[in-house]
């Protein structure tokens, strides 16, 4: 049974930085893939960053250059740093792994998710 549970939610405001964090409880995690995903209102759920089991990243074009993830084996977690923070970046944030595979493009295709966190950015 997979686990996530999400932290560092909050508010801030625009050019600001948040910092997110998940800890996961799966026994593949070396070699699985970790997403963070968001849910910003009105809009379709979005993968703004992932990284696969070799280091590989993909940022949504949004975020690109403002948010960091990372994902630590050791300790089984993944981080998502977040910089000069937009208005349009205030959403639920949900991390998400898909085990023993790349990264997949659509928020639909990560097999377990976390609970999420609250981000607001006024």
């Known amino acids: 049974h997979v686990q996530l549970v999400e932290s560092g939610g909050g508010s801030v405001q625009a050019g600001g930085s948040l910092r997110l964090s998940c800890a996961a409880s799966?026994?593949?995690?070396?070699?699985?893939?970790m997403g963070w995903i968001r849910q910003v209102s009105g809009k379709e759920r979005e993968v703004v960053a992932s990284?696969?089991?070799?280091?590989?990243?993909i940022y949504a074009p949004a975020v690109e250059g403002r948010f960091t993830i990372t994902k630590d084996n050791a300790k089984k977690t993944s981080s998502l740093q977040m910089n000069s923070l937009k208005p349009g970046d205030t959403g639920m944030y949900f991390c998400?792994?898909?085990?023993?595979?790349?990264?997949?493009?659509?928020?639909?295709?990560?097999?377990?998710w976390g609970r999420g966190t609250q981000v607001t950015v006024s």
């Open positions: 799966t026994g593949t995690f070396r070699s699985a893939c």
């Open positions: 998400a792994v898909r085990l023993n595979s790349g990264c997949p493009i659509f928020p639909r295709d990560f097999d377990h």
């Open positions: 990284m696969d089991g070799y280091g590989h990243t």
